[in-house]
């Protein structure tokens, strides 16, 4: 059965608790169809399993997709584009404006990402979050205020189209490497020094230097967080004299201190994805980094509707990853961002959804089956 037509009203995060609901309330894959995509995997002509992860990811696709035959006619790959006041600490060899350049270079069809995507038969469009300006530096105050915050979800949440067979998400900011850090650390513990990568080209001082400034901020921070965390264990206690779950803590607070405008709106793509049905294809360490909240949030399958395209080199990502039982599909030692990994997978997807919908079973190629 095809997606529903009329796609879901984006609800309006008028605050961080109206966001929280929408995160906590999260549509299941259609086990109907996943069901009927592995009776139609046993009968194809192979000995059972030896597609291997192909076809665990037709099952995917075509659960969230509610369709026994999954496809991917209609790809989309959105880039969403930020400013990062902690550039001001020297965590990145790369000026400011690079990012409001590399926008435009997306938009002129110049960049890796474009070629990638015109590989995969992907449609991309590229989104600056509030006009590309920076947050606040978080080292002395919280990245975002709360209406920015939400606003920057909100942009998120209103880019992905309902007509839309797979979505692939990626970023471009100078410095939200050191964001993503940031946030990683607050979520799973650690200090800098566990999390900070070499980013855009940093040396090892440089990165010494990216952990010193994250753990400013973590230190910064730490009060308030830790009020934050108080206030949901309280509202934890009452919820569960009413039988609800809540979260120990709220991973929002902290995404909001700690992230950016174009995380902000990644973690808004991938909540409208999961409300609308569509499958994900997350990109790099800020992408990863960028949607742990929900997975902190929803702790039994907030990410369930994705799939981690590859590891980085990135320093963190690959503990990241661990963190959020995320798997990689490719390995290829990428850094770039700007969904570069995610539409590099697109292929792999066609590829397990091409043997799945074309290949004949035992019966159509008269072919015998196992005997034992």
């Known amino acids: 059965m095809p997606p529903a037509s009329s796609p879901p009203p984006a609800p309006p995060f008028a605050s961080l608790a109206a966001l929280r609901a929408a995160c906590l309330a999260l549509p299941e894959a259609d086990a109907t169809a996943r069901r009927s995509i592995a009776a139609h995997e046993a009968q194809l002509t192979k000995p059972a399993g030896s597609l291997g992860r192909l076809e665990e990811l037709t099952q995917w696709l075509g659960g969230w997709q509610k369709r026994a035959q999954p496809r991917l006619d209609r790809v989309q790959i959105l880039?969403?584009?930020?400013?990062?006041?902690?550039?001001?600490?020297?965590?990145?060899?790369?000026?400011?404006?690079?990012?409001?350049?590399?926008v435009q270079n997306f938009e002129q069809g110049g960049a890796a990402i474009n070629q990638l995507a015109r590989v995969a038969g992907a449609t991309l469009q590229v989104v600056p979050v509030r006009g590309l300006a920076a947050t606040a530096d978080f080292t002395t105050a919280p990245a975002m205020t709360e209406e920015a915050f939400l606003d920057a979800v909100q942009t998120g949440y209103d880019a992905v189209p309902h007509a839309c067979d797979l979505l692939c998400l990626g970023e471009m900011g100078i410095g939200n490497t050191t964001a993503a850090a940031a946030l990683a650390a607050a979520l799973f513990g650690g200090t800098g020094a566990n999390w900070a990568g070499r980013g855009t080209g940093l040396d090892a001082p440089g990165?010494?230097?990216?952990?010193?400034?994250?753990?400013?901020?973590?230190?910064?921070?730490?009060?308030e967080m830790a009020a934050a965390q108080g206030a949901s264990a309280a509202k934890g206690q009452r919820a569960k004299q009413l039988g609800a779950v809540t979260p120990v803590y709220d991973p929002l607070e902290i995404a909001r201190r700690l992230g950016g405008y174009e995380l902000a709106a990644l973690l808004g793509a991938t909540l409208a994805a999961r409300h609308s049905g569509i499958p994900v294809l997350l990109d790099g360490f800020v992408c990863t980094a960028a949607v742990a909240p929900l997975a902190r949030l929803a702790a039994t399958g907030g990410l369930a509707h994705t799939r981690?395209?590859?590891?980085?080199?990135?320093?963190?990502?690959?503990?990241?990853?661990?963190?959020?039982?995320?798997?990689?599909?490719?390995?290829?030692?990428?850094?770039?961002?700007?969904?570069?990994?995610?539409?590099?997978?697109?292929?792999?997807?066609?590829?397990a959804v091409a043997c799945h919908n074309g290949m004949a079973t035992f019966t159509q190629a008269a072919v015998s089956g196992r005997t034992g």
């Open 308 to 351: 981690l395209s590859h590891c980085s080199a990135e320093a963190g990502h690959a503990r990241l990853a661990e963190k959020l039982g995320l798997v990689p599909l490719l390995d290829l030692g990428l850094r770039l961002g700007e969904a570069s990994g995610a539409a590099l997978a697109v292929p792999l997807l066609q590829a």
């Open 207 to 223: 990165v010494a230097h990216k952990a010193r400034v994250i753990d400013a901020a973590l230190a910064h921070h730490e009060a």
């Open 79 to 102: 880039i969403f584009a930020g400013n990062h006041g902690v550039v001001q600490q020297g965590v990145s060899p790369w000026p400011q404006d690079v990012t409001v350049q590399m």
